[in-house]
């Protein structure tokens, strides 16, 4: 049986379209709902106590650019105004809310390959399997490199 709601998370890297391609795959033509969300992180930086800096100018620019990116994706698959979702937050526990809000049956993610530091540190797709109450798909979205 298809998927009858699709949550896309979606870092609006390279490897978007793949990620969205797979997605929409899962559907099924005669009714699956695909919902695309984008996390902008929140800038927190401070240069000191004596210092603060007021990054909101610089918050606002990139939530705009994502704003924007995120409706170019939309409309080249198809995703109607009323599905796509632009939030700031941790994208880890906002693609999990986001998820039960809306009542979905899988989210969808992408893999990408990690080595070194990226390794420890543990990537978004860990933590959205950690926080969902539904299925997730994680997608191999880029090509591991050969170690040379
Ligand atoms: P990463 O933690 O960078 O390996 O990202 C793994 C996957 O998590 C990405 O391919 C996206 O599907 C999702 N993801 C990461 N960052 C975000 C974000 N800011 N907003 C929505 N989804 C994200």
Redesign the pocket.
Known sequence: MAYQKIL????L?A?TDR?LTAAKGLMDDSGSEMHV?????PINISYGADIPMDLSAIQDEIYEQASEQLTQYCQSYGVPESQRHLTIGH?EA??ASAAKRLHVDVI?????A?YGLALLLG???DG?LHHAGCDVLAVH?DQPTEPS
């Open positions: 896309v998370a979606v870092d890297g490897t990620l969300l984008h996390v902008v992180e994208p906002e693609i969808a993610v992408g893999r990408h990690r990537s978004t797709t959205v979205v």
